[in-house]
Each structure stands twice: as structure tokens, then as C-alpha cells.
């Protein structure tokens, strides 16, 4: 086999090492409380889809920038560990790589974000090739790196790729990104400048299905999901779960969806699945400790048959 010929996933986006401070109650601005405990694991959205992928038993491989900093070296760590390929990962010396600080809540599970996206130059077009991956049909995108991540659609729709976006946030560019894509998989959060604060789901798919997709997911935390497919409004009721922390489970619900996407599973499967994969992860601390494999979220769907 020649190499990367067994990738199935590419993901280009971001990777960081979050420090997550668990804190009995959010306090308020000015104000201070004593954290519980202090904890770091690897963190960002396409590089923690990439190792959902990986744990469920698929091939993947991460393009990113890194520094050669202490948080690049735990960056880099935490993709070999989970034996994600990272041959085209950018590693510029002398900068600093993405960190966030995370605090979770101790009643909910909730978490509030800090993060900082270092001084490390993002990838340019230029450094976009997809061409060595000749097995892959899937790629993944959080759309930070806009121009990267627009190059790198363009590379995978011509090379007959699915492209999946992870809209966590509505940047300049990530509307003209997502017209390039096939499935788009968005936060609450993300609509809401197109549809205003408290608009309906509902509404919001209709918004973003204007921009082309073919199929769109929202994600809803404890709510759920919705989807649209073209054709029909699909709903996903959260499996309930006691909730230790909610980092990262938008990430791995991407991930667990896209896995969907390779079994050949039409969009309610694909939901169902990436729903149970993103609530077992919410029983441990961090984006990727609680991370299932495909064994833990088969059989948790057997005992939730209903949901």
C-alpha cells in the first residue's frame, strides 16, 4: 500500500492544550473562587473530530501549524497517541502554538472558554495538497484557517471528497466557505447573526440553506440536534448522561457523524450515533478523555433503544 493511501478522513483546522480548572460556581466579574482541580489534555475542534475517528477505528490524518513550543510538543503528543497521522503538520520554530484556559462547572458540566490561537502563522493556500491522500473520502474542516480551508474544499471537491464543516462561530468567510461544502454541522451560536438571538432552530436551518449545503445539522447541547436534508426537518433528542464536563463535545459529535457518513447511514443514523458518542464523552473532564470507542457507543445505543 502506498503511504496515506489507507487515510479516509483529512482534517484541517485547529489543535491546542486546554487547561481545564473544574470551579464550584462561576463567579462574577472582579470577583474570584478556588478552583477545584487543575487538569490539560489536547483539545480543538478538527483535531478532536480526527481522534473520535481515530478511537472508532478510522484511518485520519491532521493539517494544522504548530510551534516547536512546550504546547506544540503536547500538541503533537496527543495526535500520536491517538495515532493520528500528522506528516503535513506545519511546525514553524520560534512562536507560540494555540492554548485555551477552560472552566468547568461543577453542578452542570458547562464550560466557559479562554482560548488564545498563539502567534504561529496559519497555513496558507499555497501549503494546501491533498494529492497524496488517494484513499480518503472525507474531509473535515472548522474553518478558522479560511483561506486554507477554502483551497483545501476546492482540492477535495475535485478529487470527489465529501467536505464537513464544523461552524462553531460565524467568521468573515465562513459563509462563502460553507457554499463549498456538503455537510454543515453548526452550533446554536452560529445563525444567530443571520437569524437573531432567539429564533427557532428551525428558521436557522432555513437560513443556512441558503448557502448550499445538502445537509445541515444545529447542535443543541442538551437540547439535542436538528437536521435538514433537502427534503425533510429531522430531530435528535441528548441520551442523557450524568455530565462531568461538556468540552468537546461538539467536536466529537463531528466526528462520530462523519463516521456515520462512511458506513453509508442515512442522516437520522448519522445523528442518533453522534449524539450517544458526544454524550459518553461528557463523563469524563476534557475534550478527549471521554472520548468512546465504537464498541462503548454501540452498546450504549442498545440500552437506549428508545432515544
Known amino acids: 500500500m502506498r503511504p496515506f493511501e489507507d487515510i479516509e478522513v483529512v482534517g484541517l483546522g485547529q489543535a491546542c492544550v486546554d487547561y481545564l480548572g473544574r470551579v464550584p460556581s462561576f463567579p462574577q466579574e472582579d470577583g474570584k473562587v478556588e478552583l477545584l482541580d487543575l487538569t490539560s489534555q489536547c483539545g480543538g475542534p478538527a483535531s478532536t473530530a480526527l481522534v473520535t475517528l481515530s478511537r472508532l477505528g478510522i484511518k485520519t490524518s491532521f493539517l494544522g501549524a504548530i510551534s516547536d513550543d512546550p504546547v506544540g510538543a503536547g500538541i503533537l503528543k496527543g495526535l500520536q497517541e491517538d495515532r493520528v497521522d500528522h506528516s503535513f503538520l506545519r511546525i514553524t520554530p520560534g512562536h507560540t502554538s494555540q492554548f485555551a484556559f477552560i472552566a468547568v462547572s461543577r453542578q452542570s458540566g458547562n464550560r466557559t472558554i479562554f482560548w488564545h490561537r498563539g502567534s504561529v502563522p496559519p497555513l496558507k493556500k499555497e501549503e494546501i495538497d491533498l494529492s497524496p491522500f488517494t484513499g480518503a473520502r472525507v474531509l473535515h474542516l472548522d474553518g478558522l484557517m479560511i483561506e486554507a480551508s477554502m483551497e483545501a474544499a476546492r482540492q477535495a471537491k475535485a478529487r470527489g471528497l465529501k467536505v464537513v464543516l464544523d461552524a462553531g462561530t460565524l467568521r468573515e468567510g465562513s459563509l462563502e466557505l460553507a457554499a463549498h461544502v456538503d455537510v454543515l454541522i ?119 433503544p428508545g432515544i
Request: hydrophobic share 40%; aromatic share 8%.
Open 186 to 304: 453548526a452550533s446554536a451560536r452560529f445563525a444567530v447573526p443571520l437569524v437573531g438571538e432567539n429564533a427557532p432552530p428551525e428558521k436557522a436551518l432555513e437560513a443556512l440553506s441558503r448557502c448550499g449545503p445538502g445537509e445541515i445539522v444545529i447542535t443543541l447541547g442538551s437540547k439535542g440536534s436538528v437536521g435538514w436534508n433537502r427534503s425533510r426537518l429531522l430531530g435528535q433528542s441528548a441520551f442523557p448522561v450524568d455530565a462531568v464536563d461538556t468540552t468537546g463535545t461538539g467536536d466529537v459529535y463531528h466526528g462520530a457523524y462523519i463516521y456515520g457518513l462512511l458506513q453509508g447511514w442515512d442522516m437520522c443514523a448519522c445523528m442518533r450515533f453522534a449524539s450517544a458518542a458526544s454524550a459518553l464523552k461528557c463523563r469524563a473532564v476534557g475534550a478527549r478523555a471521554g472520548i468512546p470507542r465504537l464498541g462503548d457507543v454501540l452498546q450504549f445505543l442498545e440500552t437506549n
